[in-house]
């Protein structure tokens, strides 16, 4: 049974106003929300110019305060405009799915925490944390939960705030333009935003809703091509179009609009100009209105995708184009005719597409319209588990994790040593940190022993996805205490690309040369068995992957309340040709509703057996909030494959959701 | 030597090991500074630094050395190689 | 055509060369890289679609050809100067594990080699393939309709090597021609590419007297490995733990300097000259010489050739010598056909001792 993700309302906090009817406004009149920064001194910088929230230009209040408010604001906004009252969420089978990304001491997966809780949402609050891709993702998985039936009503969207530190850290890598952006326009360069997104995505049916439009699909990919840098000739910007065309059931010619990520600098406009030539032909691509919203919102970062898709609905619904602020001519190498008139253009169409690209190589792309899907949703697949490798001090194998399990010995003490260049000779690791390092040793042991080679089209069909709560403490370290000891103007820029949390995954990606769906998220406590559930619902669903990695990586973060005591990271290949343990059933739930969540695998499993092993995280190894969870599910694996056991269960109640994976030894199944 | 050319080979010297000292630590790479060679081209052959490692790269020889290229339109010709930072710093002490 | 105007085409427009003194060979299999990593000096940190420069070393640690490695999937593009396909293959038999299966063709047999180069070179392709091959970043590759199109150069300009089927190389070359006589540009002969070489610092095999020398002299530790055993690394390491002596620096003179030379400096002897040309460029000579290291540094006039009656000063200089114009010329923005509209800095900045 699959769902149609209707989108019933929507609700913003931007830079043309707080609440959509002040963005509507100001969208039809082709205004822009970009001026000089007051809130904090650009003195330092080249750029002096930003999109903050209206309202909040001075507001310099400390970050967290600012990403809760602006969320806020945007949640009672798109429940107000999806006629739902505030409080009714908690009978209503909710999620969340948040787009955010934090660089400071605060746990990723805070956020979504406290504005879950806020808004008495009981059901899974997952994080996305991919920088400029994070809201577009966090709606694609938002209106996953609803095909599956995991929750009835979602809340999908991002948050992100504009600080003096984001802000150097860009400048610095010389990526801002001194006036305001013109997406593929003149100058290059682009200008930062901020702001908040929801869309209330809903089970259509339910209740008596509007249905303004349908998320017909999304696509992911990723670059495998540099830190910062897009692939210049678009080729993972182009795969996740295709992806999202192809999750639609739509073809090329029934997108009536585009709107591009066109952030304005030089590499990503061009990069995505090809991409739109490669998918749609010079012909077609040609012919289809393009335009970019960050003339209007600077780059919102975490809240770009939700904001951009919002603009697009908004004018949608006028039966508009939406326009490129500040245009006044095309850049050689861009489209040559982008929507760029002041105001919106008058167009009908009743599909669009909206994409985006982050640091790390990672792209994300969204179809959605008033165009109902024509053909039924596929099957889904079995999947199965083939692999696993886990690492932290005294384990370095799933075998070593057994005898963990035995002896509940203490892991020893003493830094973790790893080689990674000896195992990988043909990849430059210089300048790798220390979760990227975890990480791409765990991966690329797990998928040598499934036997994955990475070569030719594999690298398209294998995603990454990876659970994890904060950035690489020692890139953290460096990205800070650069600015202490240097100043706002001379912030270490190589850290500042490897601060983001999913910096790890992008570099395992570009080392590996992986380039399917991938995405970096995190529920807290339990985010590597998160990583796990997601990647075994996207492989069941979809069709653009055989294989995706699903991984944790905790890198010690001694100071930081809630951060790991040791390093670790563990890595599952799940796939879809049949090995010996299949990923039977998988529940997900309210961080406190893990009778639910396990209910729930036992009934995807379709068994009344119960379980016979339930693999709880090792005991000594409780410490590690993100990898704990993976290794008991490698732990698992093991047990199964030993046959120690034909059915086993895993949960984890993490901070912001619960989840159970039932595995089940495929003998069994063929004697049912 | 003759006094100038040493002085002139000293000064060039404790420059050149310097920088190579920075690039090493900038690049993170695990060899001996005395393995880069002066004239080994800096950016996409040679060592293979990208544009990230250019900002730090100006940050730290700014910081050093005092040189100041982020501003200057001709920056990307005088950071080609370790030889050509050592001819710019030079030049800005008035030593060449 | 003279060589001022064979120079003019590589520095200031586009110009086509046939380079069939570089091997084409292709390995293939699953192996292939590994195989290639055993006969190599470099570490191969080099992705699929991606290129590496890198050296082959002999026994006594002395560059005996310079590849490019170009993984391709299951298979491995090289193109390597200074060495025949059946010397190449006598190493891989030398020194690769013989249980890798591999199979080695020599693409010479069915292709040719045809290069680009110039601040313009990424015009002429872009008219002759399609306008994406802009976003081809350097040393990278791939295929189109009739062949590879392969992103390199050693001249300091854009620079292109296309690997062409035999049958269809005649009209490319006549169609290459005809674009690049359109931007004002020639066909150009291997002399006028290694002399734009030797300006611009890149090491070439072909340039006489490495004798008895290694990377370490000639300043390519870049193309070496610090991780991996290589043939010609005891050697190499014997010389490192002795101390490097002399060292490969580029120098400029107004006459009268030829290979070979003794070089003096005030008090002694300081070492000698490896190779002198005349470049337009410069408006008088450049070479290299192997200088004792404690003197090997640009910016030194006080060096001499002793020229039977006449004493011949060098300057010695940094490398890359010139300025070059591809620098200032962004493919996203500017056209050969406005090249006028904008000022570029003179090639060469420095001056003749």
Known sequence: ?672 | MTTDLSEYVASRVAILDRVRQILRDTMKLKIEPEAIDPDAPLFGTGLGMDSVDAVELVVQLDAVFGLELANSPLASTKIRTVNTIVDAIMEVRGES | MSLEAEYRSVRHGAALSRMDHVGLLRLVGEDSIEAVDAVCSGDLWVRDGRMLQTLILDEQGQPVADVYVCPDDDACFLMVEGMTTEDFSARLGRHANPELEIELEDLRHEHELLSLHGPYAWEVLSKWLTPDVIGLPYLSFYRFDRGICFRAGKTGEYGYDLVIRSEDATDARRELLELVNSFGGSEVSLETLDLCALENGFFSVRHGSIEGLTPLELQLQWRISTRKRFPGIEAIEERRARGIRRRLTHFVAREGVNAGDALHGPDARVGEVMTAVFSPGVGGLIGTALLDISVAHPGIDQFFAPNRDSATRIQTVSSPLLVNRSLFVDPHRHTYSTREDATYPPLWQGSLP
């Open chain 1, 1 to 672: 049974m699959s769902y149609a993700p209707h989108i019933t309302g929507w609700g913003v906090a931007s830079a043309l106003g707080v609440g959509r009817e002040r963005l509507r406004s100001a969208l039809l009149q082709g205004e822009t929300g970009i001026a000089p920064v007051r809130r904090f001194e650009t003195s330092p910088f080249k750029a002096h110019v930003g999109a903050m929230v209206a309202g909040y230009e001075l507001d310099d209040r400390d970050p967290t305060a600012l990403c809760h408010e602006f969320g806020s604001l945007a949640l009672r906004d798109a429940l107000e405009h999806a006629r739902l009252d505030l409080g009714c969420l908690r009978s209503r089978r909710a999620a969340l799915t948040l787009g955010a990304t934090l660089f400071g001491d605060e746990s990723t997966e805070s956020v979504a925490r406290d504005l879950a809780k806020k808004f008495s949402i009981d059901g899974p609050a997952i994080t996305v944390c991919t920088a400029c891709t994070s809201s577009t993702q966090a709606i694609g998985f938002g209106a996953d939960l609803i095909r599956e039936g995991l929750a009835d009503l979602v809340l999908a969207g991002g948050i992100d705030v504009l600080t003096p530190k984001l802000f150097a850290g860009f400048d610095a890598l010389g990526v801002l333009s001194e006036r305001p952006c013109t997406p593929f326009g003149l100058q290059m360069g682009t200008t930062l935003g901020e702001g908040a997104g929801f869309l209330v995505i809903e089970r259509g049916g339910l209740r008596d809703a509007v249905t303004y439009a349908v998320l017909r699909g999304y696509g992911l990919s990723g670059d495998a091509f540099h830190e910062t840098s897009p692939d210049p000739r678009g080729r993972g910007v182009a795969a996740a179009i295709q992806g999202a065309l192809d999750d639609a059931g739509a073809s090329k010619a029934e997108i009536g609009y585009f709107n591009a990520h066109g952030t304005g600098t030089m590499a990503n406009d061009t990069a995505e100009w090809c991409a739109v030539q490669s998918v749609f032909g010079s012909e077609l691509g040609g012919a289809l209105p393009i335009s970019s919203s960050k003339g209007h919102l600077g780059h919102a970062q975490s809240a770009a995708g939700v904001l951009e898709m919002i603009a697009t609905l908004e004018c949608m619904g006028e039966g508009l184009a939406p326009t490129t602020a500040g245009f006044q001519g095309p850049r050689p190498g861009g489209p040559p005719r982008p929507v760029g008139t002041k105001k919106p253009r008058p167009l009908a169409y009743d599909l669009a597409l909206s994409s985006n690209s982050a640091f790390g190589g990672n792209n994300c792309a969204l179809v959605f319209g008033s165009a109902e899907p024509t053909s039924e949703d596929e099957e889904r697949r079995p999947v199965f588990l083939s692999a696993a490798a886990a690492l932290s001090n005294s384990v370095s194998s799933v075998e070593e994790l057994a005898l963990i399990y035995e002896s509940e010995s203490a892991p020893t003490d003493g830094e973790l040593e790893i080689d990674l260049s000896s195992e990988l000779p043909r990849v430059d690791l210089r300048g790798i940190d220390r979760a990227s390092e975890l990480l791409t040793a765990v991966t690329s042991r797990a998928l040598g022993d499934a036997g994955v080679r990475l070569r030719g089209t594999v690298r398209e069909r294998t995603g990454l996805i990876a659970g994890l709560l904060r950035g690489s403490t020692d890139s953290l370290e460096r990205f800070h205490g650069s600015v202490d000891r240097r100043g706002l103007g001379a912030p270490d820029t190589t850290a500042f690309a490897q601060v983001l949390p999913s910096a790890a995954q992008g570099a395992c990606a570009k080392a590996l040369n992986i380039r399917g769906p991938q995405s970096t998220i995190t529920i807290g406590e339990g985010s590597g068995l998160m990583a796990a559930v997601l990647s075994a619902r996207m492989l069941a669903r979809r069709r653009d992957s055989d294989q995706i990695v699903a991984a944790a990586v905790d890198v010690r973060a001694d100071d930081v309340e809630g951060g790991a005591l040791f390093d670790a990271a563990c890595a599952l290949v799940l796939c879809t040709t049949p090995t010996a343990v299949e990923v039977a059933g998988v529940g997900l739930a309210g961080p406190d509703q893990l009778d639910e969540a396990i209910a729930q695998a036992q009934s995807s499993w379709g068994s009344n057996e119960r379980p016979e092993l339930v693999i709880e995280p090792p005991k000594p190894f409780a410490g590690l909030p993100a990898t704990s969870s993976c290794f008991a599910l490698a732990h698992a694996l093991g047990s199964l494959r030993r046959g120690s056991a034909r059915t086993a269960l895993v949960a984890s109640k993490g901070t912001t959701a619960s989840l159970a994976i039932i595995l089940v030894s495929t003998e069994v199944n063929h004697d049912n």
